[in-house]
């Protein structure tokens, strides 16, 4: 699955996706770019899977005409988020077009 990081987005949660292609938006030259443009050139380049940190992406974006999936982590916090490693890789393997997932972190 092609996935596109969000700024927010920790980096070291790509080496716990091994079996996915993980780009940042920053390495793609897009960090500037604001959500609703940010997400259409992820889908324009094919990527599948958008995870964010943004928790109020839900309330600025409608999903009805998109071809890429949402994952929003509730934290920023890298240590908190490789705690729930497995409940962020079941949310990113089971996503799919137009959906939004939301992945409580404790």
């Given at each position: ?54 928790r109020n992406l839900r309330y600025q974006q ?45």
């Amino acid at each position: 699955m092609k996935i596109l990081f969000d700024q927010g987005t920790p980096a070291p949660l790509r080496r716990a996706l091994p079996d996915h292609v993980v780009e940042t938006a920053f390495e793609r030259g897009w960090s500037t770019l604001q959500n609703g443009a940010l997400i259409r050139a992820a889908e324009a380049e094919g990527f599948e899977v958008f995870v964010t940190t943004d928790r109020n992406l839900r309330y600025q974006q409608s999903l009805a005409d998109r071809s890429i999936a949402i994952v929003v982590l509730m934290t920023t916090s890298w240590p908190r988020i490789e705690r729930q490693l497995v409940r962020v890789r079941e949310a990113i393997d089971t996503s799919s077009t137009r959906r939004y997932i939301e992945v409580p972190i404790d």
